[in-house]
């Protein structure tokens, strides 16, 4: 896909603030407030797909997109749609729509062209089922730019004629084989149907079943074709590094890191960041928890730079916090460990990075810590590498102690072998006339433990974050399994209740539709749905006790297969 990084030592080919030019945001083409605000955000480089993707989409053409969270997809088409908008808006009407399959990815991806477009002045609504109709009436009545929205909610505002796709100059398709399989292959068709047969229309979908090629072969005009991981066949150059992952959510990364490095203990480690905030973010932290780190992005000097690689170098420092760009280049002797504090964007810079170790013969060790929704990116890192990258689980407390306790055990083995130890001689002997000897070295052992490894603050143990996001093995028609689909899932631990739904099989209502209502509009992913029974004229649908209420509100503000039905807990027969 993009030529590897150069990797040689003093890069000559780069901007003052040590952009590689071929590489650099303002290559693309984009608006002046579009790069202000990436520079806010301290993205130093477009990732390979935004790189593909900008360029034809800034041009007006279709593009179908095989990638998966964790590229840099969203920036991918928000860049240009945000770009695009300015010429195309006049009026009140939006300008473009993303469809997406559920309401977290609503409000995440919204978010986001919200940062991108604020000097622009975009006005952007999410919108999806769950959330009170009134706001977003008031809020597409004033005027709106871009609508972030789940189909069915999207289906709803059309039919009330009060989402208007008249004016639409994009609408992009995020997560489309998500979209499918939660069976809302007829809500989005109704509304492509509504929008003008101008507009440039762009699909991604993580994976590329014929569903989706159908799909795209009926909406595309001539797309421009993009996959990440496919051409870039790098398994020679992958070096022999352990490779390992551990899947652990936003919040509990810091300390995920900590843990990791303490039961690892590095020489020298270098973490990689995707942005020169988080870079200068986590370098506080670590520093905070105690580890001796050093920030590396594109914003330093080049005196600062090298302060920063001699403190390395020197053994003053054990961890270098960094940018892909800002440590390109590098080549540090004392470097062990490659941490990637995200996935990376693309299988060649993950290449890239792990490269920094395991060179000439040295061990290394490549360490990833991936969110739940990344584990498709890891997966596809491993295609294209052939190499394995093993999931391993966070260190425990108990873990954490034992490693504590061997490290202590060390000191006094090396201290027993190397050390002069007559002078303390006296202490012992004087003691042994009031204590047992064993007495004696156990509490000289806690002293030594004391010293050697202080208690950590850090005593909650770290919750191992479940693998979300598009799962192995579905079936790709969106069908599940017939009409009850108890028999071949995993029964659901914990308490789950039904949630009867008046409409059934005579109301057309399938699996997937009962399952599409309510992932988009509600929080719910499909795996946390249980059976589902449709007998004539209801159904039941089997969901954890917790999320029971929003459920039942989501699906009594959505319509399935057009009707609104009545919804509520099942008394166990009344009404059948
Ligand atoms: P996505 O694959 O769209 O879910 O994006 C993954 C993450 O990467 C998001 O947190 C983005 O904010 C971040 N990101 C996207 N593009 C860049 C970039 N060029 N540089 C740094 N971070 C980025």
């Known amino acids: 896909m993009s030529s590897a990084p150069a990797q040689h030592d003093a890069p000559t080919d780069t901007t003052p603030d040590g952009t590689d030019e071929a590489h650099a945001f303002t290559e693309l083409g984009l608006r002046a407030e579009l790069l ?23 041009d007006g053409r279709d593009l179908l997109g095989q990638a998966a969270t964790g590229t840099g997809k969203t920036a991918a088409f928000a860049l240009p749609l945000l770009h695009r908008m300015v010429a195309h808006r006049d009026g009140g009407d939006p ?16 978010e986001a062209f919200h940062r991108y477009g604020k000097d622009l002045g975009a006005r952007v609504l999410p919108i999806y089922g769950g959330q009170p109709i009134g706001r977003q009436l008031r809020a597409l009545d004033s005027g709106v730019d871009v609508v972030v929205a789940t189909p069915g909610r999207a289906l709803d505002h059309i039919a009330r004629g009060t989402l208007r796709l008249g004016g639409l100059a994009t609408v992009v398709l995020d997560e489309a084989d998500e979209m499918l399989d939660m069976g809302f292959a007829e809500d989005i068709e109704a509304i492509l149907e509504h929008a003008p047969a101008q507009r440039q229309t762009v699909l991604f979908s993580a994976t590329m079943p014929s569903r989706i090629d159908g799909m795209a072969r009926q909406h595309l005009r001539e797309p421009v074709r993009i996959e990440i991981g496919r051409e870039q066949q790098v398994a020679g150059a ?7 992952a551990y899947i652990v959510t936003r919040a509990h990364k810091p300390a995920a890191l900590g843990r990791v490095l303490d039961v690892e203990s590095p020489t020298a480690a270098i973490v990689f960041c995707r942005s020169r905030e988080e870079v200068d973010r986590l370098t506080e932290t670590m520093n905070g928890r105690g580890y001796r780190s050093e ?38 002797e004392q470097l062990t460990h490659v941490v990637n504090y995200d996935v990376p964007s693309a299988p060649e810079s993950y290449v890239h990075r792990i490269g920094r170790v395991g060179r000439a013969g040295r061990e290394g060790v490549a360490i990833t810590l991936a969110e739940p929704r990344e584990h498709r990116m890891l997966k596809t890192i491993e295609r294209v590498t052939g190499q394995r990258i ?42 042994t006339d009031e204590f047992d000897l064993m007495e004696v070295a156990l509490a000289a052992v806690k002293l030594a433990h004391e010293v050697t490894s202080p208690g950590s603050d850090d005593e909650e143990e770290i919750p191992q974050a479940p693998v979300r996001g598009p799962r192995e093995g579905r079936p790709e028609s969106g069908g599940r399994g017939g009409d009850r689909r108890g028999g071949g899932r995993p029964r659901m631990g914990g308490n789950t209740v039904q949630v009867f739904v008046g409409l059934g099989r005579r109301a057309g209502v399938r699996p997937q539709d009962l399952v599409g209502a309510i992932t988009g509009e509600t929080g719910i992913r499909g795996r946390d749905i249980g059976s589902i029974e449709i007998a004539d004229r209801f159904s039941l649908v089997e969901v954890p006790q917790g999320v029971a209420d929003e459920v039942i509100s989501g699906l009594r503000s959505s319509t399935i297969k057009g009707r609104k039905a009545t919804v509520r807990r099942d008394r166990g027969g009344d009404e059948r």
């Open 36 to 58: 202000g605000a990436l520079a806010a955000l301290g993205y130093e480089e477009p990732t390979p797909i935004q790189r593909e993707a900008i360029p034809p989409l800034l």
């Open 390 to 431: 093993t999931i391993d689980k966070i260190p425990t407390v108990a873990d954490m102690r034992t490693r504590r306790l061997e490290l202590t055990q060390a000191a006094l083995r090396e201290s027993l072998l190397e050390d002069d130890l007559d002078p303390y001689r006296v202490i012992v002997e004087t003691l």
């Open 238 to 244: 992958a070096p022999r590094v352990r490779q390992s």
């Open 95 to 110: 300008v473009a729509l993303v469809l997406v399959p559920t309401r977290e990815l609503a409000v995440q991806v919204s």
């Open 295 to 332: 920030a590396l992005h594109g914003g330093m000097s080049q005196e600062q730079r090298d302060r920063v690689m001699g403190r390395l170098r020197a053994g003053t420092a054990d961890l270098l916090v960094a940018t892909d760009v800002a440590a390109r280049g590098l080549d540090v």
